[in-house]
C-alpha cells in the first residue's frame, strides 16, 4: 500500500475514533502533500512523502526548542505529540554502525578522494537514508572520512 493512501486511511480511523490531535497532525501532513503537487504540477511519491514528513518533524523540533526557551510547555507539548504522530510514518530508524557502513560503500562507490567529492557521496546516500537519519549527521561522519 502507498505511504499516501495508509495516511488516507490513517485520517479516516481518526474521524472515527473522535482523535482531534491525530487528525489535525494527519491534515496538515495531507494538506502538505496535496500543496506540493500542486506547486510542482507531479504526482507525488512516497519519497517525496518521506521528505515532507521529514522536514515537518524537523521544523516542530525546531518549534519545541523555542518553545521551550519561552517556558511556554503548552505548546511544547503539542508540537511533541505531532512529531509523535509523524515519527509514525517514517522508515525505521538506522544505526551508527549501518550508516557508517552506508557512508563507506558510498565513498567506495562514487570513487571519492577529498572532501571536494562530498558532494557525489551524499548523492549516493541521500535516497539510501531519507527519513532513516539525520542528513546533517550524516554530512559531519562523510566529512570525518574524506578529510
Known amino acids: 500500500m502507498s505511504l499516501r493512501i495508509e495516511l488516507q486511511e490513517q485520517q479516516k480511523a481518526a474521524m472515527r475514533a473522535r482523535d482531534k490531535a491525530r487528525l489535525g497532525t494527519l491534515r496538515m501532513l495531507l494538506a502538505a502533500v496535496k500543496q506540493k503537487e500542486i506547486d510542482e504540477r507531479v504526482t507525488v511519491t512516497d519519497d517525496d512523502i518521506l521528505a515532507i514528513i521529514v522536514k515537518m518533524?524537523?521544523?516542530?523540533?525546531?518549534?519545541?526548542?523555542?518553545?521551550?526557551?519561552a517556558k511556554r510547555q503548552d505548546l511544547v507539548d503539542i508540537?511533541?505529540?505531532?512529531?509523535?504522530?509523524?515519527?509514525?510514518?517514517?522508515?525505521?530508524?538506522?544505526?551508527?554502525?549501518?550508516?557508517?557502513?552506508?557512508?563507506?560503500?558510498a565513498v567506495e562507490q562514487s570513487g571519492a578522494q577529498g572532501m571536494q567529492d562530498m558532494g557525489k557521496v551524499m548523492a549516493v546516500l541521500k535516497p539510501q537514508v531519507q527519513g532513516r537519519a539525520d542528513m546533517g549527521a550524516i554530512s559531519s561522519v562523510v566529512r570525518q572520512q574524506l578529510a
Open 57 to 69: 518533524v524537523k521544523q516542530r523540533k525546531d518549534a519545541a526548542q523555542q518553545f521551550t526557551d
Open 79 to 105: 508540537e511533541l505529540a505531532e512529531i509523535v504522530v509523524l515519527e509514525e510514518f517514517l522508515p525505521t530508524a538506522l544505526s551508527q554502525d549501518e550508516i557508517v557502513a552506508l557512508i563507506a560503500a
